[in-house]
């Protein structure tokens, strides 16, 4: 079964860059034609949409907050997705899912705090 598996995230100052990771596997279907998402929710509030590209011609959009500051890209032949995450802020704190066609992953904390 498809399985989406988050790395990178810890702890960083604000102003601070991370790269999150979304390694993927168990897709019956080549992984380019499938559109990738990054969530977050942060304590008390509701999961909300932050980033995504699209499958086949990679088209990207993003949440309002994040605009200018985060890069979401993948790497087909292997199969991640990645959220590169510059000018950090302390209201980027969050856990930060992968989301690929109904499926999450497990999440991984991104803090951001001095």
């Known amino acids: 079964q498809v399985q989406l598996v988050e790395s990178g995230g810890g702890l960083a100052q604000p102003g601070g860059s991370l790269r999150l990771s979304c390694a993927t596997s168990g897709f019956t279907v080549t992984f380019t034609y499938y559109t990738m998402k990054w969530f977050r929710q942060a304590p008390g509030k509701e999961r909300e949409l932050v980033a995504t590209?699209?499958?086949?011609?990679?088209?990207?959009e993003y949440s309002d907050p994040v605009k200018g500051r985060f890069t979401i890209s993948r790497d087909n032949p292997k199969k991640t997705v990645y959220l590169e995450m510059n000018s950090l802020k302390p209201e980027d704190t969050a856990v930060y899912y992968c989301?690929?066609?109904?499926?999450w992953g497990q999440g991984t904390q991104v803090t951001v705090s001095s």
């Open positions: 989301y690929c066609a109904g499926i």
């Open positions: 590209i699209t499958g086949i011609d990679d088209n990207t």
